[in-house]
């Protein structure tokens, strides 16, 4: 049986990336004492790196189901699910000590890779070729899904500094975290200023 890993209420992570709904409680008191369960059973302080790393990328999914919900244009809301999915995996990934890696990937689990990395590429070249444009700083603010869309980059942003720390204190084996979160942020903001120059026409 694949080991799982708590994501919210009653979401366990599966191998390959997939997720499956169980009849659980939430309220399990095991965090009473300030601690938090990783991957195979490990436990540290709430308030460890690893576990503020995976804090923010559950709050940069969050973020993203608020544009999501907000999002004017089905292709937008096809894109930023793509990206929810994706972080499922990076979560699980980052959830997981780096000697527990081999265990992981011998359980089937999914890692962060250069193709996922790829994708968002591919969803920045179709915004920049519909010749989106800013001109100085960008304002957040011109409708709700733009705004969205900007917090979801910031939020992003953060993910990115929390995992930076990780790769600073040589805890991240797999540098292609770093540079996913700095992929989606990229294609975060240009789908915020496509959502600005739709509201203006």
Same mark, same amino acid.
């Given at each position: 049986? &694949? +080991?799982?890993?708590?994501?919210?209420?009653?979401?366990?992570?599966?191998?390959?990336?997939?997720?499956?709904?169980?009849?659980?409680?939430?309220?399990?008191?095991?965090?009473?004492?300030?601690?938090?369960?990783?991957?195979?059973?490990?436990?540290?302080?709430?308030?460890?790196?690893?576990?503020?790393?995976?804090?923010?990328?559950?709050?940069? =999914?969050?973020?993203?189901?608020?544009?999501?919900?907000?999002?004017?244009?089905?292709? +937008?809301?096809?894109?930023?699910?793509?990206?929810? &999915?994706?972080? +499922?995996?990076?979560?699980?990934?980052?959830?997981?000590? /780096?000697?527990?890696? /081999?265990?992981?990937?011998?359980?089937?689990?999914?890692?962060?890779?250069?193709?996922?990395?790829?994708?968002?590429?591919?969803?920045?070249?179709?915004?920049?070729?519909?010749?989106?444009?800013? &001109?100085?700083?960008?304002? /957040?603010?011109? =409708?709700?899904?733009?705004?969205?869309?900007?917090?979801?980059?910031?939020?992003?942003?953060?993910?990115?500094?929390? +995992?930076?720390?990780?790769?600073?204190?040589?805890? !991240? /084996? =797999?540098?292609?975290?770093?540079?996913?979160?700095?992929?989606?942020?990229?294609? !975060?903001?240009?789908?915020?200023?496509?959502?600005?120059?739709?509201?203006?026409?």
């Amino acid at each position: 049986m &694949k +080991v799982g890993l708590r994501l919210g209420l009653g979401l366990r992570l599966r191998g390959g990336g997939k997720v499956k709904c169980t009849r659980m409680s939430i309220v399990t008191k095991t965090g009473d004492d300030g601690s938090t369960g990783l991957m195979y059973n490990r436990r540290v302080a709430k308030c460890h790196p690893r576990v503020e790393a995976c804090g923010a990328v559950d709050e940069l =999914n969050a973020a993203l189901g608020l544009a999501r919900a907000s999002a004017r244009q089905s292709d +937008v809301g096809d894109r930023l699910l793509e990206m929810q &999915k994706a972080l +499922v995996i990076l979560m699980g990934e980052l959830a997981t000590q /780096p000697d527990d890696l /081999p265990r992981y990937a011998q359980d089937g689990f999914s890692t962060v890779s250069p193709e996922m990395t790829a994708q968002l590429d591919r969803v920045a070249k179709e915004i920049e070729a519909q010749n989106i444009t800013c &001109k100085g700083w960008a304002t /957040p603010g011109a =409708n709700l899904s733009a705004a969205s869309l900007d917090m979801a980059r910031a939020v992003c942003r953060r993910a990115e500094r929390r +995992v930076c720390a990780l790769r600073e204190n040589k805890q !991240l /084996p =797999n540098g292609e975290i770093l540079v996913f979160l700095n992929r989606m942020s990229d294609a !975060l903001w240009l789908l915020a200023r496509r959502a600005e120059g739709q509201a203006q026409t």
